[in-house]
């Protein structure tokens, strides 16, 4: 990272920089020199605030962005009463975007009464041509808007910003620039996401990512091992490695190679303690990885795979190339490899035309895959999409009703199958105090997470803990002799 004295060598009476990573340190630069001046002019430092919404794709990228607010000179805090606010946002269902308008319409009440105060929105929402047009119409006191293939440009555009008085929009169709070597500040000291692709390019048919997102685009492994090294040299003992499809990484590379051999590669960095991955596409996950995964020491027990259906019909219409017979040889062969991983998964009810017999084939999986928890969503209309335009949407009653059943077995299953681990000692890493002071989170290798009494010091270390009793999702636990 920068210190003042390079900041300081930057010249800005010069043009920009062509290259780009150098071109945004030039905007930084110019930008922390605007703010500078206004904060000595009132006496105060500036603040900002930055909300994301969605996937942990989008908590990396915001990472990116405070890294850069922090060195334009603005503090971090977590209230929207502050001198610029900004929101990542998602859009992979209608609740993400309403809960973007609505904070809209509170924050013109907080800019009305500090007419100084900038707005920013930028991530996937605002890949939407419509979105786009009704935040121009509706909400002209957003300062600036961008999308998810120029978040690298974050620094030029808000310099750009500073010196406008109109709305800013930059929108692009896609990118196949990966910019390397940006400001970060990271969420946490000890772990971190690390991207290794972006995009996707599987358009299942009720699903707006690929539109948003853009092309599959996997980074080059070296990029990804020498940014894995810096941050276990900061102090980061786990990595999650992050793409839509993580099963498909390397195979448009000019070199190509398997996510397979990525892991491999990766378990050889030395310090690094714990990888994790998500999301697997289960028409790509390969023997080859369940192998690896069997094999390794580093790579967590846990694996998120969405079946998103249970029932092979409407999962053909879903496009997601694989079906329900599948799904469960699947399953059963991650088991026989490593018979304590912990599974997770994605379901959607109410896909266009699901009948009630291919709700309980989703029951079903349900029932014979003994997952730790499931993530189930009302499917959402998402326009643009194939599925948008089928024909035969599932009244809301029906949908409701079918979405309560399936909680209750997800719960009532979850419930079980997490108990497993009641009674034995495991490896934890500390995270975070829970709201309740003295009493701190950890989570195992099977990501489920344990409640327990603790010291500060202990936070970001490995600690070994006496699983009590199990409430669910979480356990209830006490410290052993470590
Ligand atoms: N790439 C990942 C999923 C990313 S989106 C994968 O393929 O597994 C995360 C989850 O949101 C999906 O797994 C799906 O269950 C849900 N989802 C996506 N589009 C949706 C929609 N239109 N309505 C409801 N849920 C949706
Ligand atoms: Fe969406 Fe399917 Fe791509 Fe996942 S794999 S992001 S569900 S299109
Ligand atoms: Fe949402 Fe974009 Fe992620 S639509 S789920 S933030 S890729």
């Known amino acids: 990272m920068f210190n003042e004295l390079d900041f300081k060598k930057i010249d800005l009476t010069k043009d920009a920089p062509v290259e780009e990573t150098q071109r945004q340190y030039y905007y930084i630069a110019k930008a922390r020199g605007m703010i500078a001046q206004e904060c000595t002019k009132e006496g105060r430092t500036f603040t900002y605030c930055l909300k994301t919404f969605g996937c942990q794709m989008n908590e990396k990228q915001s990472e990116v962005v405070a890294g850069i607010m922090d060195e334009m000179g603005y503090k971090r805090q977590d209230t929207e009463d502050a001198d610029v606010v900004i929101y990542n946002t998602c859009t992979v269902r209608e609740n993400a975007n309403l809960k973007v308008y609505g904070r809209l ?3 013109h009440n907080l800019k009305n009464k500090n007419p100084n105060m900038k707005i920013v929105l930028f991530g996937c929402m605002m890949q939407e041509a419509h979105v786009v047009e009704k935040i121009k119409k509706d909400y002209p006191f957003v300062n600036l808007v961008f999308g998810t293939h120029n978040i690298f440009k974050f620094a030029e555009l808000y310099s750009e910003m500073l010196l406008e008085e109109k709305q800013l929009i930059d929108i692009w169709d896609g990118t196949d620039k990966i910019v390397e070597e940006l400001p970060t500040e990271r969420n946490y000291t000890f772990k971190s996401g690390v991207n290794i692709m972006f ?46 499809n993580v099963n498909s990484y390397g195979k448009t590379l000019e070199n190509p190679i398997s996510f397979a051999q990525l892991l491999t590669e990766v378990e050889k960095i030395e310090g690094l303690k714990r990888i994790r991955f998500m999301t697997s ?38 496009n997601r190339r694989y079906d329900k017979e599948k799904y469960l040889n699947l399953v059963e062969k991650i088991r026989t490899a490593i018979p304590d991983i912990s599974l997770t998964t994605d379901i959607i009810v109410g896909f266009p035309g699901e009948t009630e017999e291919d709700f309980l084939e989703t029951l079903d999986v349900v029932e014979k895959s003994d997952f730790d928890t499931a993530f189930t969503f009302i499917y959402s209309k998402r326009s ?9 949407q599932i009244p809301e009653d029906v949908v409701k009703d079918r979405f309560d059943r399936l909680l209750s077995l997800v719960q009532q299953k979850g419930r079980v199958v997490s108990s497993r681990f009641e009674g034995t000692v495991q490896e934890v890493l500390v995270e975070e105090e829970s709201k309740e002071k003295g009493i701190f989170t950890g989570r195992t290798q099977y990501n489920l997470l344990v409640h327990f009494p603790a010291c500060p010091e202990m936070l970001g270390k490995y600690v070994n803990v006496k699983l009590n009793t199990c409430k669910g999702f979480y356990y209830l636990g006490e410290l052993q002799d470590n």
């Open 199 to 244: 995009g996707c390019n599987n358009f299942c048919s009720y699903c707006i990512v690929p539109y948003v997102r853009g092309r599959e685009r996997s980074r080059e492994p070296e990029a990804i091992l020498t940014e894995i090294k810096s941050l276990v040299a900061d102090g980061v003992s786990e990595v999650m490695l992050l793409g839509q």
């Open 105 to 107: 319409g509170r924050l």
């Open 281 to 318: 596409h289960p028409k790509d996950l390969s023997d080859e990885l369940i192998e690896v995964m069997a094999n390794s020491k580093k790579i967590c027990h846990h694996l998120h795979l969405p079946m998103q259906s249970g029932s092979s019909r409407v999962l053909k219409e879903m």
């Open 384 to 392: 643009g999409t194939p599925a948008a335009k089928m024909e035969d």
